[in-house]
């Protein structure tokens, strides 16, 4: 079963690091990926820009609304995500927990619905 693994930290983080913390943390999701390649799991991942750089659209009575940023204030942000293939939740979780961000953030798992059959 697919899952998909919503990353959620703390944006503001970023700039209070070095950037020889960052880039340690930029190896450890380059090595998870790696190991989630090698053992199948891996489907895709990327990370995010900040919330800063985010439209939030919304139709209402047939007119398009747009919004800078996030629609909800939150002191986490999605910051990334990954797609894996696992073969059951807790198998997701274990994976959750091996994502550098569950230490300082946390990790939002989603089972991926399959896609209906053509109508």
Avoid: C
């Amino acid at each position: 079963m697919q899952y998909l693994m919503l990353i959620y930290e703390n944006e503001n983080v970023w700039s209070t690091i070095s950037q020889a913390e960052a880039g340690a943390i930029f190896r450890d999701y380059v090595k998870l990926t790696q190991s989630l390649t090698q053992s199948g799991h891996y489907q895709s991942g990327n990370p995010l820009e900040p919330t800063r750089t985010a439209t939030t659209v919304r139709t209402r009575d047939g007119k398009i609304q747009t919004t800078d940023g996030p629609f909800a204030e939150t002191r986490e942000q999605l910051g990334g995500y990954f797609v894996i293939d696992a073969s059951d939740l807790d198998e997701a979780i274990g994976i959750a927990a091996r994502i550098p961000a569950s230490a300082t953030g946390s990790i939002e798992i989603r089972p991926i619905r399959p896609k209906p059959a053509a109508v």
